[in-house]
């Protein structure tokens, strides 16, 4: 069984990613990009389906001597050991070392390298992961221009026996790959090999096969390094060079070193601000500029449910939010890069406009399962693609907006192309604005006019009025103005109920949303209005959970909920955030500073999070880690400095 979702760390280099858990396994990693096909699925599945343990092959405490039955000898003759229930036995020759979590963990600094250690009974090791940052021009100082994952093992104390175990199992765990050992040069170098895909392990450990796995043992002492590497290069190609570990391990830490020192926050919430940028720096495809919501699919909302969805591409909404919180701490280079995308996405048809593309601007996401994979913690099915790229959300165009506006508003060149694509969107929603959509949560049952919809619509509209104000470009400013005006008065006569003070979810339902809580932030209307109070309130009263957490809207356990799908869900974490944001707005500041602790201290122990928290399991739930977790925890953050929400402040 994979382990918990919030066990998992991340590491990547802006084309793809893996998650390492505290065992020392890679159960996740697509290569060579974000939606690739996974060469190790254990995450979805079990060992069978792919990954890479590198760990201790010695008791991770020491040995109990009363535990009897083994001699002194025997146990200092043995090979590999391990302590299992308070008895001694021998590692076969065939296994992966024992699944012993770390004794402790973190990045080095403010980068994307894993550190885990281990103390066992003969010793102390650290382990070292990370992949390369790679360019179309060839890495950041040079480096690989192919995805690489490189490991170091360090010993720091004593003398301890390591064991790597590697399965590689092509197109998602299941194809298995022909591995054999290729001669280069004086080296002796492993490779598998599928179809179109080919992977390369180099070590300095020699490695044997058994069991379609490859294993090396090796011993580690005190001030030793010994270190490995898995490249992929398409299997037409000759074999790629042989990776420097050392050198590529001081270019990553130079890059995010250079890259980190951009931000412009130096408020009190750096540490967790600084991790999220970097999380959402490593969920940004470089060649082009894309963003994935996450570099995961199919880990559940709900444990054992339905609700397990693709996240590997590029939703316009998430997109344009992250690239607002880049953007408010100093990152225009990435701002640039995602306007482009957008051009190239949307190309010359504004009007067909998707919710989501590939990471280079594909359209078709066929939703396919994987039914040879069991689901995380048994959660089916296992989906790629996304169905969902199909639907109308009418949302998608302020948040678009949104990001273009901001981008000017904080000195980004000007685009001529990308102003043309505002006014061809705003033209769009002159015409459909009154449509129904499935809505920001992209529900799979009826349409409905939902109120953030209308509302981001607006917030369109509002901004390109602006645009057209502060700049020399034209437009007509009279028709717009009374658009505006028109999408306004529509939402506060439908989406109202006047009886209980507080928006609903769609015109004439009864229903509470989350979403609501984005009517003051985006100016719709202002903190101090009664209905807005009146919304916040009401979200506190019905959609809170008993910790404190804000789910997105009620959900009907079995039977079909207002989403169109069974089950129920975690606390979705952004929408947590957002109530933050709103309490700090209405001066409820202590209140806000409270929430925003409690959120923060829901993060893993390198500082990730997962889209979704479980309040009956008290567990991370959803794919990991999720942009849109991390970009309202940045949000919240600015703002609560601003505001004076820390103490000291």
């Not at 065939?94 to 550190?115: C, K, N, V």
């Not at 500029?289 to 591409?313: H, K, M, Q």
Request: with cysteine; aromatic share 8%.
């Amino acid at each position: 069984m994979a382990a918990r979702i919030e066990d998992y760390a991340l590491i990547g280099d802006m084309q793809t990613a893996a998650l390492v858990s505290r065992d020392g396994a890679v159960d996740w990693l697509c290569l060579p990009r974000f939606d690739s096909p996974a060469v190790f699925a254990g995450l979805l599945g079990t060992d069978e389906h792919g990954f890479w343990r590198i760990g201790p092959a010695d008791p991770d405490r020491p040995l109990d001597p009363r535990s009897g039955g083994v001699s002194g000898a025997a146990r200092a003759q043995a090979a590999n050991v391990f302590e299992e229930s308070g008895e001694l036995r021998i590692l076969p020759p065939t296994a992966a070392a024992p699944a012993q979590p770390a004794t402790r963990r973190r990045y080095r600094g403010d980068s994307l390298i894993l550190e885990q250690e281990w103390d066992t009974v003969r010793g102390s090791v650290r382990v070292i992961d990370f992949m390369p940052p790679r360019h179309v021009s060839g890495g950041p100082h040079g480096g690989t221009t192919e995805p690489q994952i490189i490991r170091i093992v360090e010993g720091l104390s004593g003398r301890v026996r390591m064991r790597s175990a590697l399965r590689m199992r092509f197109s998602y765990g299941r194809v298995v790959p022909w591995v054999h050992k290729v001669e280069d040069g004086e080296n002796t170098r492993t490779v598998a090999v599928a179809g179109p895909d080919s992977v390369w392990l180099d070590g300095e450990a020699d490695t044997y096969g058994r069991n379609l796995t490859t294993y090396a043992d090796f011993t580690v002492s005190r001030g030793q390094r010994i270190a490995f590497a898995l490249t992929w290069q398409p299997s037409h190609l000759s074999a790629p060079d042989q990776p420097d570990a050392e050198e590529a391990l001081t270019d990553t830490e130079q890059f995010w070193s250079e890259w980190v020192a951009q931000c412009t926050y130096q408020g009190p919430y750096r540490e967790p601000v600084i991790r999220s940028l970097i999380t959402l720096k490593a969920l940004t495809y470089a060649p082009t500029g894309g963003i994935v919501a996450a570099p995961t699919t199919s880990l559940p909302e709900d444990i054992g449910g339905v609700r397990n969805w693709d996240y590997r591409f590029t939703w316009l909404r998430d997109a344009a939010i992250t690239l607002s919180s880049l953007l408010r701490t100093g990152y225009r280079d990435e701002a640039g890069a995602w306007r482009e995308w957008l051009l190239r996405a949307v190309a010359g048809d504004p009007e067909n406009l998707q919710i989501m593309y590939g990471i280079a601007g594909e359209r078709e996401l066929t939703e396919a399962t994987l039914d040879w994979l069991p689901g995380y913690e048994g959660s089916t099915p296992v989906r790629i693609g996304n169905g969902a790229a199909a639907q109308l959300q009418l949302d998608v165009y302020g948040e678009v907006v949104e990001a273009l506006h901001l981008g000017h508003m904080t000195g980004l060149v000007r685009n001529d192309h990308a102003h043309v694509l505002q006014l061809r969107l705003i033209s769009y929603l002159e015409q459909h604005w009154r449509q129904p959509d499935e809505g920001i949560w992209e529900v799979r049952g009826p349409r409905r006019h939902f109120v953030h919809s209308k509302v981001m619509a607006w917030v369109a509209v509002d901004r390109t009025i602006r645009m057209i104000e502060e700049t020399p470009h034209e437009g007509p400013l009279d028709r717009w103005r009374e658009l505006r005006d028109a999408i306004h008065d529509d939402v506060c006569e439908r989406g109202y109920d006047r009886e209980r003070n507080t928006f609903t979810q769609s015109y004439g339902s009864k229903e509470l949303d989350a979403s609501l809580l984005l009517i003051p932030q985006m100016g719709f209307l202002p903190p101090d209005d009664k209905r807005v109070i009146g919304t916040i309130e009401a979200i506190q009263r019905e959609l809170m959970t008993p910790d404190g957490f804000v789910l997105r809207y009620p959900t009907s356990g079995d039977s079909e909920g207002v989403d169109g799908l069974p089950g129920d869900e975690g606390a979705f974490l952004a929408c947590s955030f957002w109530l933050a944001d709103d309490l700090a707005m209405i001066g409820r500041i202590d209140e806000a500073r409270d929430l925003f602790d409690r959120l923060l201290a829901i993060r893993n122990d390198v500082g990730l999070l997962a889209e979704e928290w479980d309040p009956k399991l008290k567990r991370q739930v959803g794919n990991f880690p999720q942009a849109f977790s991390h970009v309202p925890l940045i949000d919240t953050a600015l703002r609560l400095t601003a505001a004076g929400g820390v103490p000291g402040i």
